[in-house]
């Protein structure tokens, strides 16, 4: 066979610094839709993004020709660089988690990634990490 074909979709997260409130309320869409355009720009196939002020959620198709690695590492570099040109003094953590999703959850995993705002009042971002580590096995 000649042809590659290769479906992976990925639902990353990862926090600020320390998991601390970094990300101004004000700019939070504004990074939203700018980490849309990076995964674009970039060759990911961007599905949702969403995310607080202390961490994002992004859900992704991952081509063939990168690695998961590449694309987390392009990711927070161009949206930390971007939220410095907006005068905010800004540090991710340095790990991320990545869970790969079956094409059968897209639809529910996309929801859950651009209802974050509604999710976290009732529930912190350790919370819900640690839940996501167990549901992964």
């Given at each position: 066979m000649s042809h ?14 320390d998991r601390r ?117």
């Amino acid at each position: 066979m000649s042809h590659t074909y290769a479906l992976q979709f990925t639902h990353i997260v990862f926090s600020t610094k320390d998991r601390r409130n970094l990300i101004p309320a004000e700019l939070l869409p504004r990074l939203i839709a700018y980490v849309g355009g990076i995964n674009r720009k970039v060759g990911l196939d961007s599905i949702a993004v969403g995310g607080t002020p202390n961490h994002l959620h992004i859900l992704i198709g991952l081509p063939p020709t990168m690695r998961l690695a590449e694309a987390v590492q392009k990711l927070k570099a161009n949206s930390s660089r971007w939220l410095g040109e907006q005068n905010v003094i800004f540090e991710w953590q340095k790990g991320y988690g990545a869970f790969s999703v079956s094409p059968s959850m897209l639809r529910i995993v996309k929801t859950y990634v651009q209802r974050q705002e509604e999710h976290h009042r009732a529930r912190t971002f350790d919370d819900e990490f640690l839940a996501l580590l167990k549901k992964s096995g």
